[in-house]
């Protein structure tokens, strides 16, 4: 003991390897299937998104709007109080342009994503989504942005509802 | 120092709860504790362990969904995948390091959000050994309770004996999913599942939380509350491979067991303890566990139940709570419940199906198929 | 407060592919351990394991299945899964099984086998965001770093230039890591701004791809210190961890606030009060280069916005006044999750030690600090170690 070590333990392998069989393996693809419970808060979020508006949830304690909704504040540990509605504008937190799809596959149109704070919730508070109608020299932190939504038919209950948060236009609310 | 429980918070336990995610679930029941405990968690709580497996959440990483509805949004909070025994032990063993002295301790199951469980439990399986063998895992369980009744001597009818118990004291407890007048006949004629287990030897499947509050001698003064002490805790695991393990034994529950019994310096489990709580989620294992942990003489288990020495009114009450089979199995939150019902008794706070004159308890608690992991949690109105 | 020190590690190669079962893996940075510190199993007392997403390895509570390759038959064993916190967190383990008095001695085994994930361990982190918020989007993985980095980079006015300098002096410190997986002597920031943009601001020499791994470290007490005459042991000082709310989008991501909250709790159990003067050496979690500089300022090295400056005048480098990742980190040795213990604590204990060969600092040192982060943009682990 005490001696600097000598040996580091691994065998290397390659893609090749593995994909053309040259090393014994065995494959499984596991069934696991959930249904995640949105609760209280979460489903009316949702329904409110079908219906086109933005909703919170209001902490009497520390008097702010959360957003998104909770039954309970996490910093003052009670439950909140009353549901209050927020604006569908707000502002770009930070953002990225991202050229890697889900899979880490390569793709050529890049998708424009990121945090934006919502009007009408406390400060900072927000959600991540796509922005549209920008370019990689116009987008920028602290831009002014409102949701697009998508048709009232087309909703379904589900942050998709808005399609993705772009430049608010002269004079917009 | 000591370490004692000063919070106790349960939520549910249902067969389903629609209505709410598992963080009102869980908000539900810190809510309870940290009221029971008179402690603000933003405040006086000094650190927090999840009990969490990823795949029973549905998550990559369940542990960034723990921390807020426990109160520990920007505290120190840790996941352990491991049962809510282990996690005791865990927050235990902060306390005892001196450097935190008020801990709480979370484990939950929203298991009705999970749509395969067969499958789920089939992916705990050996990749190269076993997955490729298919079928529903709990032919593992099976396979065990033929081994351990044949080594022990046990029948089925004391196996069906324990869910009558089980079923029965459940209809006393209300946070019970799985209270039931059964009788042996019911049982001994439910349809096989996997031989010789039958349906009714399985617990069902429940939602629930349960959340404890962990403070050291000195804390628990300050915050004027009379704990139930926590005398003595041991953890252990045996072979994971189903080719090298113990069958007809529960090799992890008898290790558990000898380290909680050595730091609890309790020499005459059967004689110093006074009731149990212990893994019952198949029929047959609460009479192997009430025998690996030297509560029972071995191959007498099933007859002190026949007998009525482990019933409500007997000599020594085993799962007075109603255990999984008669509150469901709330997966990871299993071993917390034990715990929080060994500590209800302690306190007299077990209305229906109070036991009486109690005075040390055992909780104990195994992870389920195909582990053979286990813990095990000794307690007691004295020090 | 009871005392606890390293006394041993090991670790295994970190490859994008390793040929080992992750119960091989654990076993031969175990047994690497167990020899480097002189003992054997018998002696252990307590096993920890940690280990991150089980979707990796593909089996469900792979803690279970993997721990007879840690040691665990017949044995009190734990798991801690603290996301990419598992690194330090698992050492914070190992610390409190032996400083409550409930272990003498303990084998703590982090490991991690990315690669049997198909068809790409990125699959894994899709299941990481909230199901009902975040996944409708179809994220990846890189674009949570990719807008915390965006926000460093704004509020502070940090050029892409001073970044990359990390991920220079990293790959380049790792040639002499034996089990590094990336090292690159000849890399220049300029190599680095012209790799290929994956979501901007992060380039593909910015990031740490996924790899297989194993580490493993012995812990003992003061009283095992002594009956086994170890000549080096390196004592666990300060300890601390903290995790911030689930709610990400909520939080300002331009300072890791939870990495700041449990600096100082294992600063204040360390005594120390002033970072910058009584740290020498820190090995702060690297798996993108910008979060070396976040997280020195999360560790309290130096004030907000000011790491960079420090990169620049070669102040981290490893005959600098704050050496840092004088291992090469993550960007230099590889990114095995869990693993990554090898290079945190591992590379703190071999550089305390007098163990580290050619990365060795060359001047004198005796108080070294590392963080372990992780979650979504949510943890930190700290542990603070000398002699």
Not at chain 1, 57 to 62: F, P, S
Request: hydrophobic share 40%; charged share 25%.
């Amino acid at each position: 003991m005490g001696k600097t070590p000598q040996k580091w333990p691994g065998v290397e392998l390659s893609n090749d390897d593995l994909m053309n069989k040259k090393v014994t393996q065995t494959r499984y693809h596991p069934k696991a299937k959930f249904s995640w419970t949105a609760g209280e808060a979460i489903s009316r979020f949702l329904n409110e998104l079908k219906e086109g508006r933005l909703i919170g949830r209001e902490c009497k304690h520390c008097r702010k709007i959360l957003f998104p909704p909770r039954m309970f504040c996490e910093q003052c540990f009670k439950p909140t109080s009353k549901w209050v509605y927020i604006k569908d504008t707000g502002t770009i937190q930070t953002y990225s342009i991202s050229y890697l799809d889900k899979d880490a596959k390569r793709i050529t149109d890049p998708i424009y994503v990121g945090v934006v704070s919502i009007d009408g919730a406390a400060e900072k508070m927000g959600i991540m989504h796509y922005f549209g109608e920008v370019t990689k020299d116009t987008i920028h932190i602290g831009m002014k942005v409102k949701a697009k939504w998508k048709a009232p038919l087309e909703r379904t209950g589900s942050i998709l509802d808005i399609e993705y948060f772009r430049p608010l236009k002269e004079g917009e609310q | 120092m000591k370490v004692g429980i000063i919070g106790i918070g349960i939520a549910g336990f249902r067969t389903t709860t629609p209505e709410l995610s598992w963080k009102e679930l869980t908000y539900e029941a810190a809510a309870k504790a940290y009221k029971d405990a008179g402690v603000d968690p933003r405040k006086d709580v000094k650190a927090f362990v999840t009990c969490a497996e990823d795949y029973w959440e549905g998550f990559g990483i369940f542990d960034e969904f723990t921390p807020d509805q426990i109160g520990g949004a920007l505290r120190p909070v840790c996941t352990i995948c491991g049962d809510g025994i282990h996690g005791l032990a865990t927050g235990f063993m902060q306390i005892q390091t001196g450097l935190v002295d008020v801990v709480a301790v979370e484990a939950h199951s929203k298991i009705s959000d999970l749509l395969t469980y067969e499958g789920v439990v089939q992916h705990a399986l050996d990749p190269i050994w076993n997955k490729p063998l298919r079928g529903h895992p709990f032919y593992v369980a099976g396979l065990e309770m033929n081994a351990f009744l044949r080594a022990s001597g046990n029948t089925e009818k004391h196996c069906a004996a324990v869910v009558e118990k089980n079923r029965n004291n459940a209809m006393r407890n209300g946070i019970a999913a799985y209270g039931a007048n059964v009788d042996l006949n019911d049982i001994l004629t439910s349809e096989k599942a996997f031989d010789p287990l039958k349906k009714l030897d399985i617990s069902g499947l429940a939602d629930g939380a349960v959340v404890l509050v962990l403070a050291s001698d000195v804390a628990a003064k300050k915050l004027k509350r009379k704990p139930v002490w926590i005398r003595g805790v041991g953890w252990a695991n045996d072979s994971p491979s189903l080719e090298t393990r113990e069958w007809e034994t529960a090799k992890y529950a008898e290790l558990a067991a000898q380290m909680a019994y050595r730091l609890a310096k309790v020499k005459n489990p059967a004689r110093e303890i006074d009731f149990a709580e212990v893994d019952d989620k198949f029929s047959y294992k609460e009479l192997q566990h009430l025998e690996s942990l030297g509560l029972a003489k071995k191959g007498q288990a099933g007859k002190m139940t026949a007998n009525g020495d482990t019933a409500l009114d007997g000599k020594f009450p085993v799962n007075a709570s109603g255990g999984s089979l008669g509150c469901g199995d709330v997966v990871e939150a299993s071993g917390l419940h034990r715990v929080a019902e060994v500590a209800l008794q302690l306190r007299g706070d077990s209305g229906k199906r109070q036991l009486d004159g109690v005075k040390v308890g055992i909780a104990q608690s195994w992870r389920g198929i195909p582990s053979t992991s286990g813990a095990v949690a000794i307690m007691g109105v004295n020090q | 407060m009871r005392k606890v020190a390293v006394i041993g590690a090991g670790m295994t190669l970190f490859r994008r592919r390793l040929m080992e079962t992750p119960k091989e893996l654990c076993f031969e940075a175990s047994r690497m351990a167990l020899d480097s510190a002189g003992i054997e199993m018998k002696d252990v007392d307590a096993v920890i394991s940690g280990s991150a997403p089980d979707g990796f390895d593909g089996v469900h509570m792979k803690g279970e299945y993997y721990s007879d390759g840690c040691g665990a038959y017949g044995k009190p064993y734990m798991r801690v899964f603290v996301g990419g916190g598992t690194g330090v967190f698992s050492a914070i383990s190992g610390w409190y099984h032996i400083a409550s008095g409930l272990a003498d001695i303990a084998l703590i085994v982090n490991e991690e086998k990315m690669s049997s994930c198909m068809p790409h361990p990125q699959s894994v982190f899709a299941y990481i965001w909230d199901p009902i918020l975040d996944r409708p989007l179809k994220p990846n993985l890189v674009w949570i770093f990719a807008m915390e980095m965006n926000r460093y980079m704004t509020v502070h006015k940090i050029k892409k230039e001073d970044i990359a300098l990390v991920a220079v002096k990293n790959k380049r410190n790792a040639v002499d890591h034996p089990c590094a997986q990336l090292a690159d002597p000849n890399i220049t920031v300029e190599d680095v701004l012209n790799s290929e943009v994956l979501a901007w601001p992060v380039q593909r020499l910015d990031i740490s791809p996924p790899s297989d791994g194993a580490a493993a470290l012995v812990m003992a007490s003061e009283d095992a210190v002594k009956r086994l005459h170890v000549e080096t042991p390196v004592w666990m000082k300060g300890v601390g961890w903290c995790i911030d709310s689930t709610m990400w989008t909520d939080r300002d991501l331009y300072f890791p606030e939870y990495v700041a909250s449990a600096a100082k709790m294992a600063y204040k159990m360390a005594k120390i009060d002033n970072p910058r003067k009584q740290i020498d050496f820190a090995e702060p979690y690297d798996p993108f280069d910008y979060k070396e500089l976040h997280h020195m300022e999360g560790l309290l090295l130096c004030k907000k916005g000011e790491a960079p400056i420090l990169t620049r005048e070669g102040v981290t480098q490893r005959d600098g006044d704050l050496p840092t990742c004088p291992s090469g980190g993550l960007l230099g040795v590889g990114n095995p999750i869990a693993a990554t213990m090898g290079v945190k604590i591992g590379e703190l204990y071999w550089q305390l030690s007098g163990q580290a060969g050619k990365r060795q600092i060359p001047h004198e040192i005796k108080t070294g600090v590392t963080n372990a982060w992780g979650d979504l943009m949510q943890y930190g682990a700290v542990a603070v170690m000398g002699v």
